[in-house]
């Protein structure tokens, strides 16, 4: 037997990805990585010396840098040093994680809510937690790859239908065998196009057919709702989620995930989720930022009315100078550029302007979708969402995207 190849398939992988992103940095196209120097304040950031408008934060909310968030972590380290004794279930639980998850509970109106130390791992974590081998579980095709690789390690059928569409997810619903246990999951915001989910349809649809509804507010805490609360005020839904996950490193300037639902919900996890028992315990300085930051987000509501009105601003403008923005209604806005060396053009044009932009290209979403990825903040004044309209309009006809 011959057991010799040609190429290593490993060193071939390695070889492809290494040959893509040195023609990109050759090209002068490549923008991912990007060292940021310093916060310089409001949305501006330091990056090789140059002061940049940052439109391509996650923090909605402008809350990275808080003086009170950033003093609640001091203080933790303070009182609970910079790790913790292990795995949550030994040793790991301190009284701070505690607090942090009745905050989480509270501010999502549930009996109780646990946390992971990345969102991307609670996804993972609670979907294989929840659904196994003769399971079916519904994921909208836009939703974050995170929670298609929760559904692929649950090894539940995976059925996936068709963006936003309540009819296919229906047909799809109505064939799945009847005893089998069912989790639909979406997105509330969608994170390349801004849309959101029509959570009335889907609630409905998840009553007839006895289906478990699980929604991810990664774009959604602090940008939706009145007071920021997220999906379920936005559609006056109060308590029709099952399962509501969010992060803790967008609008909440930290980093974890968390899983909020009934208490019932939150016991099983704290006693099934592979992530909860055979991993660390999120470090205290970072559950104290996240704990305050809630608390900040409720007690400062003109954050959540500023980026409302700045997100108007910036999508409005954005159509009247002749973008195509999707079917955002939030504050992730993309701009249609078409071909990826399109996004890639506006970038470098945008970036000698000194706007901290970044392209989106395929695989990423579909070819000849390629885009730029823009936020908008509650830590952009006016002026400076004109100012980057007034250079979007500039480049993109110098680009030929207008
Ligand atoms: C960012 C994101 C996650 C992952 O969260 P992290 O805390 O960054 O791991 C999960 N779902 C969606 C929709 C996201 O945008």
């Known amino acids: 037997m011959d057991l010799k190849r ?3 398939p490993i060193e071939g992988r390695i070889r492809a990805m290494c040959e893509r992103v040195n023609g990109a940095q050759q090209a002068d196209f490549y923008y991912y990585n990007i060292p940021i120097n310093e916060l310089h304040g409001g949305a501006t ?19 990275i840098g808080h003086p009170r968030i950033n003093a609640a972590a001091r203080k933790a380290i303070d009182d609970f040093g910079t790790g913790t004794h292990g795995v949550r279930t030994l040793a790991g639980t301190l009284k701070l994680h505690c607090e942090m998850e009745e905050t989480i509970a509270e501010f999502k109106g549930t009996d109780d809510a646990v946390t992971f130390t990345s969102g991307y791992v609670t996804n993972l974590t609670a979907i ?3 659904v196994g081998r003769h399971d079916c579980v519904f994921s909208d095709k836009l939703n974050h790859a995170s929670i298609v690789d929760g559904c692929l390690m649950s090894g539940s ?4 239908f068709r963006h936003n569409d ?3 997810l229906e047909a799809q619903l109505k064939e799945a065998p009847f005893k089998a246990a069912k989790l639909v999951i979406c997105d509330a915001v969608f994170s390349m196009d801004g849309d959101i989910i029509d959570l009335p349809r889907v609630v409905e649809l998840c009553r007839k057919y006895d ?12 940008v939706l709702g009145k007071t920021g609360r997220g999906i379920e005020e936005h559609f006056n839904m109060e308590g029709a989620i099952d399962i509501k996950m969010g992060t803790l490193s967008k609008t909440i300037p930290s980093v974890g995930g968390y899983i909020a639902g009934s208490a019932d919900l939150i016991k099983y996890l704290r006693h099934q989720s592979r992530a909860y028992i055979f991993s660390a315990a999120l470090p ?7 704990m305050e ?3 900040v987000i409720l007690e400062e509501p003109w954050r959540v009315s500023k980026l409302r009105e700045n997100t108007k601003l910036f999508i409005n403008g954005l159509k009247e100078r002749g973008f195509d923005t999707m079917k955002t209604e939030t504050a992730i806005v993309p701009l249609l550029c078409g071909t990826d060396e399109k996004a890639f053009e506006m970038t470098r044009e945008s970036h000698k302007r000194d706007l901290f932009v970044l392209p989106v290209i395929s695989p990423a979403v579909p070819v000849g979708l390629a885009r730029l990825r823009t936020t908008v903040t509650a830590g952009h004044e006016p002026d400076e969402i004109e100012r980057a309209l007034d250079i979007f309009e500039q480049v993109g006809k110098e680009i030929g995207v207008l």
């Open 6 to 8: 040609d190429t290593d």
């Open 45 to 63: 950031v330091l990056v090789d010396g140059r002061e940049m408008s940052m439109f391509a934060s996650y923090s909605y909310l402008g809350l």
């Open 128 to 130: 294989s937690s929840l």
């Open 157 to 160: 059928k995976f059925v996936r």
């Open 166 to 168: 309540m009819d296919d």
């Open 211 to 222: 289906a478990w509804l699980m929604i991810d507010e990664a774009h959604s805490i602090g």
């Open 284 to 290: 205290p300085a970072q559950a104290a930022a996240a």
């Open 293 to 295: 930051a809630f608390r």
